[in-house]
């Protein structure tokens, strides 16, 4: 049996804290607002396992006013979210995820974000698709606002 998901996330932009995204740390002069380390595409990851698990939502799963999740390292979430979907007896197909940012440039630690989260979730590099996209100065990821993140995965059983 084959199962897909969809994940969404958004995030806005603020001072005074580090900007996370896949698992790394990227240098910019904002980071991203949250309950927990606010890595957008992290948690658009996790919605998409969780969905094709039938196993709901990042905030079902880990809610945003429970202090167990203040500003936690959401590779911790998304290791959990694994042991979730392994529970019910799937493994990860594949991940192909977008994240739209028309600053700061990613393009140049997509290969850092995709072994720092394939060795998370224990899976091959190459099942785990990461591109970077501007909205061309559109919207409020154009106008440097804030990103979002999108991901699609296919679970096996």
Same mark, same amino acid.
């Given at each position: ?5 969809? %994940? !969404? ?8 804290? =580090?900007?996370?995204?896949?698992? *790394?740390? !990227? ?9 927990? =380390?606010?890595? *957008? ?9 969780? %969905? ?8 079902? +799963?880990?809610? =945003? ?5 203040? @500003? ?9 979210? @694994? ?8 493994? !990860?197909? @594949? ?11 990613? @393009? ?5 974000? +995709?072994? #720092?989260? #394939? ?12 591109? #970077? ?13 804030? !990103? ?10």
């Amino acid at each position: 049996m084959i199962r897909v998901g969809f %994940g !969404i996330d958004v995030h806005r932009f603020v001072e005074g804290r =580090d900007l996370w995204i896949g698992g *790394v740390k !990227i240098p910019y002069e904002y980071g991203l607002a949250g309950h927990s =380390d606010a890595d *957008v595409l992290i948690h658009a990851i996790c919605d998409a396992l969780l %969905g094709a698990a039938n196993l709901r939502d990042i905030g079902y +799963q880990f809610p =945003d006013n429970s202090n167990e999740f203040l @500003n936690i390292d959401s590779k911790i979430l998304l290791h959990r979210t @694994n042991e979730l979907i392994k529970e019910k007896g799937y493994r !990860i197909g @594949n991940i192909d995820a977008t994240v739209a940012a028309q600053a700061p440039k990613l @393009n140049p630690h997509i290969p850092s974000m +995709q072994q #720092a989260m #394939a060795q998370v979730l224990g899976i091959d590099a190459d099942a785990l698709s990461i591109k #970077a996209t501007t909205t061309e100065k559109l919207g409020f990821e154009g106008r440097k606002e804030g !990103i979002t993140a999108y991901a699609t995965v296919l679970l096996e059983k």
